[in-house]
Nanobody
Framework: QVQLVESGGGLVQAGGSLRLSCAAS????????MAWFRQAPGKDREFVAA????????LYPNSVKGRFTISRDNAKNTVYLQMNSLKPEDTAVYYC????????????????????WGQGTQVTVSS
């Protein structure tokens, strides 16, 4: 089993930055893909970013590309989401997710592809 704990959320003004962290425990993530999703009230869960633990390839939707960066620290078993140029529409609960991933499998934006989820951290962007 993998346990994921997010941190780093908060309140920030539009144009500001936040860095979210997701600390994993239970096993090392050398063969895992990790992702961030978000969910605003009344909306479906939305894909934000994904990264392979080995190799470093990443995936972003157009809505955050160029503003958000996903990264990992293998030594700390932690994945990060650096969010810059934040907009009010980025307001949501942000969730970290992970799953075992084969080397040849392409990264996915589908929530169903990820087996482990954190409890979420609130990000609020004021205008």
């Amino acid at each position: 089993q993998v346990q994921l704990v997010e941190s780093g959320g908060g309140l920030v003004q539009a144009g500001g930055s936040l860095r979210l962290s997701c600390a994993a425990s239970g096993r090392t993530l050398n063969s895992y893909a990790m992702a961030w999703f978000r969910q605003a009230p009344g909306k479906d869960r939305e894909f934000v970013a994904a990264i392979k633990w080995s190799g470093g390839s990443s995936l972003y939707p157009n809505s955050v590309k160029g503003r958000f960066t996903i990264s990992r620290d293998n030594a700390k078993n932690t994945v990060y989401l650096q969010m810059n140029s934040l907009k009010p529409e980025d307001t949501a609960v942000y969730y970290c997710a992970g799953s075992y991933w084969t080397v040849t499998k392409a990264l996915s934006s589908a929530p169903d592809e990820y087996d482990y989820w954190g409890q979420g951290t609130q990000v609020t962007v004021s205008s």
